[in-house]
């Protein structure tokens, strides 16, 4: 069950944390077709669920009777912030500025009978929340992004313990400077209905007459229905885009459930009380004018937010130790939810059987000399298959981790079982959810497995989302949950180890600009990049080989002729698909669109841990100008967009966080009209040498024969920079966006 994150529009569309409660369902069909065995018994009882459940029923009239309902229960309250109209005079620059924000979450549990169940009680959870701010509106930006809304507004699913369903409300009020208010009436919404039958609805909202100087209102109200299952996190986030005068918390908590929730990276505390039937958690901060710094800042890291998780004894999934107790377990020990991890992992237990091209890979792997040569060879079957699907290996992290061991152990390779965090999650020592943690193998070598994904490359090198963490081994290779645990932090790559290069060829054609470029990917640059410009028949190709897989068709395990089918028409996605990546690779990579692209072509597709190469010739106008007899040739647009740090960004106090170490290369060649030569002063203009603790740049430009040729290094030595020493990437920053808007000037002879 996802958390509903799917709003565009307001603070919702930059909500810091998504989380995924990925348990597994057992199929409801199946359990429908093994309970219901003739179609009258199954009448029967569908006739039941309309008499029993009348109050269930939900559609589009329901629905926007609901909406008023909830919208006058929202505005009515009594909240003098979200009548404050004054924003403090040092705000003047910003983008906008959030006068009030309030939260709230409310979750009970019910028992409530279901047919679907046996006609039985199951317990259901139900669960509110509301998400409410006051914004003044400051420049276009802003205004941009708070003109339209799109949010689903209700949904239901079946399961084998009932129905479940959900429900969104959005609330909006434009407030003018001269006082006036509007709420923006339900008819300014446009719904559209998705999924199967249109029961699945959404609504998407063009927030009218919003101007630069207005002030904007507005609420979500989330109500849950969810039955023998737990509800997705609450997620509270201290800092914001913009500054924020008051922000609101407050929960009220079923004591039947279990209450669990961590501040985080310096988050206030909740103060904790109880009602007669709740816990309540309540918390209020004024004036947060600290803002989040949009370059290289990891949210989860350095962000204060507050994970707040309610956990019942539900039938769905596994049961943590640590929730078994009722009532509220305020920062709980982290080593008893990394415990809880390895528990589940042990409990899960599974026995696999082999898809036959894995099972044909796995005895392949037994007549290999090294533990090393049998684990990639094994995993990198694994990874194709991801890359060519453009999604995970396994649906959960917890089902590698029962699968690749047991791959592992029929080729005799010993293995040590290890858990870890991405950088998308808090670290290790501050884990608050088993389900958190990732499931990673390690050889004795040191190398570590994670589940493959579509950013995967190689065995040989760790994703970069599990590189330089806090991690967790057992050593005992039997009851491995029991430990003993040692631990340590993953492997961190090297700036070597990342590195992609640009090789550039362009020829003038009066003012238009030829180019050939050439793109070299190695270690986590690669990340992405496969699945993106490589076809599923490229990739099963260059990497299928060694499994007895030459295509597309051999990978689906098809009999012939609907394998040759399926494999027609992924080509034909492909080809749509990738030519439009192209496309916006070369946008992107110009901040302008190409005149035409001549070609495109991919060298390499990354197999065995080697570069992933491509080609694209297009041809670009604007870059070269006339001026006078002259021209002059927007040289520093050849090696790509360059990071532009302005404004308040400027001013850092939070550490400098990249995603990994890095270098980029690019040799630039421009073939020089015949008529035309590079003035001196152009030429020394595009020399520089920079290089301090943190960071490099370098460039070195000549003149050979009729040709500018320009070499560029930029190198990220480190992943995490300390605040103290900004400067050194600003440093860097700055003279590379500089270079980037270099031109040189073209005299005729």
Not at 152 to 175: A, E, M, P
Not at 703 to 711: Q, S
Request: charge should be neutral; charged fraction near 30%; proline fraction near 3%.
């Amino acid at each position: 069950m996802e958390r509903r994150l799917q709003r565009t529009g307001g603070i919702e569309a930059e909500r810091l944390i998504e989380y995924t409660n990925e348990e597994e369902c057992v199929t409801t069909i199946e359990l429908i077709i093994n309970r219901f065995t003739d179609m009258r018994k199954l009448f029967i009882t569908f006739l039941m669920a309309v008499f029993v459940f009348p109050v269930m029923a939900f559609d589009d009239k329901d629905y926007k009777a609901y909406v008023e309902k909830v919208k006058k229960e929202v505005w009515s309250r009594d909240m003098p912030q979200f009548k404050n109209r004054n924003v403090p005079a040092k705000y003047k620059n910003e983008s906008a500025v959030i006068l009030a924000r309030y939260e709230e979450v409310i979750v009970d549990q019910k028992r409530k009978f279901s047919f679907w169940a046996g006609n039985k009680m199951v317990k259901q959870i139900n669960g509110t929340q509301i998400q409410r701010y006051l914004i003044q509106i400051k420049d276009k930006a802003a205004l941009d992004k708070f003109s339209t809304f799109d949010f689903q507004t209700y949904n239901r699913s079946y399961s084998y313990f009932g129905r479940d369903d959900h429900r969104t409300v959005l609330g909006v009020k434009v407030i003018k400077a001269d006082g006036t208010e509007r709420i923006i009436d339900s008819s300014d919404y446009q719904d559209v209905e998705e999924g199967k039958k249109g029961k699945d609805k959404r609504a998407k909202l063009a927030v009218p007459d919003l101007q630069i100087g207005d002030l904007i209102d507005y609420f979500f109200y989330d109500l849950d229905y969810i039955k023998e299952e737990n509800m997705p996190p609450f997620v509270f986030v201290f800092r914001s885009k913009y500054p924020t005068l008051d922000y609101q918390i407050h929960c009220a908590i079923d004591k039947k459930l279990c209450t669990q929730y961590r501040a985080m990276n310096g988050a206030p505390d909740f103060t904790a009380s109880n009602g007669d039937d709740n816990v309540i958690l309540d918390v209020r901060v004024k004036d947060i004018e600290k803002t989040l710094p949009q370059y290289a800042y990891k949210t989860t890291m350095q962000t204060p937010y507050t994970a707040l998780y309610v956990t019942g004894k539900v039938a769905v999934g596994y049961i943590p130790k640590s929730t078994k107790e009722k009532g509220l377990h305020a920062n709980p020990s982290a080593k008893e939810i990394q415990l809880d991890a390895w528990k589940r992992w042990e409990d899960r237990g599974d026995k696999w059987t082999f898809e036959e091209i894995l099972g044909k890979t796995i005895n392949q792997a037994k007549n290999m000399k090294s533990d090393e040569e049998k684990a990639n060879f094994i995993y990198d079957y694994m990874v194709m298959r991801s890359l060519v699907f453009k999604k995970q290996y396994m649906n959960h992290n917890i089902l590698f981790g029962t699968l690749f061991p047991q791959a592992l152990k029929k080729a005799k390779v010993p293995f040590t079982r290890v858990i870890s965090t991405t950088w998308s999650d808090e670290a290790l020592s501050n884990i608050i959810n088993f389900d958190n943690a990732v499931s990673l193998i390690e050889l004795n070598n040191g190398q570590l497995f994670s589940n493959p994904n579509a950013y995967s490359v190689s065995g040989k090198v760790l994703y970069s989302q599990l590189q330089n963490r806090e991690a967790q081994r057992s050593k005992s290779p039997n009851n491995f949950s029991d430990g003993p645990f040692e631990d340590f932090k993953t492997l961190a790559s090297k700036s070597s180890d990342n590195v992609e290069k640009i090789d550039v060829n362009a020829t003038i054609d009066d003012a238009i600009l030829h180019i050939t470029r050439t793109e070299t990917l190695t270690g986590n640059e690669k990340e992405g990049a496969i699945p993106t410009y490589a076809t599923a028949e490229e990739i099963c190709k260059a990497w299928g080989e060694p499994y007895g897989v030459h295509g597309y068709a051999d990978i689906l395990s098809y009999k012939k002729s609907k394998g040759e089918t399926a494999a027609k028409e992924r080509a034909e996605a492909d080809k749509k698909e990738i030519s439009e990546n192209f496309q916006e690779e070369i946008k992107n990579y110009h901040d302008k669109a190409p005149v035409s692209i001549e070609s495109t072509e991919v060298i390499s597709v990354g197999q065995n841990n080697t570069p992933f190469t491509y080609k694209v010739a297009y041809t670009m106008d604007g870059l070269v100008k006339k001026a006078g007899k002259n021209l002059t040739l927007s040289v520093g647009q050849l090696v790509g967009q360059q990071t532009h740090i302005e404004g308040k960004e400027r001013q850092r106090t939070d550490d400098i966080i990249f995603s990994y170490p890095r270098t980029f290369v690019a040799t630039i060649n421009v073939e020089l009209p015949s008529e035309y030569n590079v003035t001196p002063e152009s030429l020394q203009k595009l020399n520089t040498n920079l290089n301090n603790e943190d960071m490099r740049f370098v460039t070195k430009a000549e003149v050979t024969g009729n040709k500018l040729v320009i070499h560029l290094e930029k190198e990220y030595k480190k992943q995490i920079v300390p605040a103290a020493r900004w400067q050194n990437v600003l440093e860097i920053l700055d003279k590379a966006y500089e270079f980037n808007n270099q031109q040189v000037i073209l005299r005729k002879k």
